[in-house]
T-cell receptor, first 113, second 112 residues
Framework: DTGVSQDPRHKITKRGQNVTFRCDPISEHNRLYWYRQTLGQGPEFLTYFQNEAQLEKSRLLSDRFSAERPKGSFSTLEIQRTEQGDSAMYLC???????????FGPGTRLTVT | AQSVTQLGSHVSVSEGALVLLRCNYSSSVPPYLFWYVQYPNQGLQLLLKYTSAATLVKGINGFEAEFKKSETSFHLTKPSAHMSDAAEYFCAADFGNEKLTFGTGTRLTIIP
């Protein structure tokens, strides 16, 4: 059990650029979640997958955001035309069906200049 | 609306003193409840969970929490604070909708 991993850990980009983050869940976990955490706040739900199916998207996830999990393993989160308000920590978590606790990765800190 | 409230955004305790971090939820049906800890620039680590079994739950690092339905609370305690406990603590709930709703967090400072 190697834990949830995320790449990159830090990303600095200029406004208007596209960015993509990757999350590798714990190997036997079929549910994968994305959360966003801004400074001084708790994480907020963005979207989640059961295997390769994206089951729910938050209204926080504007049209500029897209997430995929093509083979039910790793997931990517893409932000197009980044804005300064997108600066945040993006956290990935995973869990198994039947369990309730989610295990989090180290996060990707995005800074949009 | 279903929500999680953490009273006290900052808590300071002396080393060796009792730690008490407060969490209340708002829901007509008791949710599954969790406490997570976050160290600077890191992800969240699960401390403990309540999933409708025992109301007193023991977790890692000497922490425990008690679920009280009548008070809609799930406060986190540790009998004796250690310097390494300094971190941000988040209470979270699964209200049966497959995702976690978090409180705004409590920053714990340990005074030597």
């Amino acid at each position: 059990d190697t834990g949830v991993s995320q790449d990159p850990r830090h990303k600095i980009t200029k406004r208007g650029q596209n960015v993509t983050f990757r999350c590798d869940p714990i190997s036997e976990h079929n549910r994968l979640y994305w959360y966003r955490q801004t400074l001084g706040q708790g994480p907020e739900f963005l979207t989640y997958f059961q295997n390769e199916a994206q089951l729910e998207k938050s209204r926080l996830l504007s049209d500029r955001f897209s997430a995929e999990r093509p083979k039910g393993s790793f997931s990517t989160l893409e932000i197009q035309r980044t804005e300064q308000g997108d600066s945040a920590m993006y956290l990935c978590a995973s869990r198994r069906d039947g369990d309730y606790e989610q295990y989090f990765g180290p996060g990707t800190r995005l800074t949009v200049t | 609306a279903q929500s999680v409230t953490q009273l006290g955004s900052h808590v300071s305790v002396s080393e060796g003193a009792l730690v008490l971090l407060r969490c209340n939820y708002s829901s007509s049906v008791p949710p599954y409840l969790f406490w997570y800890v976050q160290y600077p620039n890191q992800g969240l680590q699960l401390l403990l969970k309540y999933t409708s079994a025992a109301t007193l739950v023991k977790g890692i690092n000497g922490f425990e929490a008690e679920f009280k339905k009548s008070e809609t609370s799930f406060h986190l305690t540790k009998p004796s604070a250690h310097m390494s406990d300094a971190a941000e603590y988040f209470c979270a709930a699964d209200f049966g909708n497959e995702k976690l709703t978090f409180g705004t967090g409590t920053r714990l400072t340990i005074i030597p």
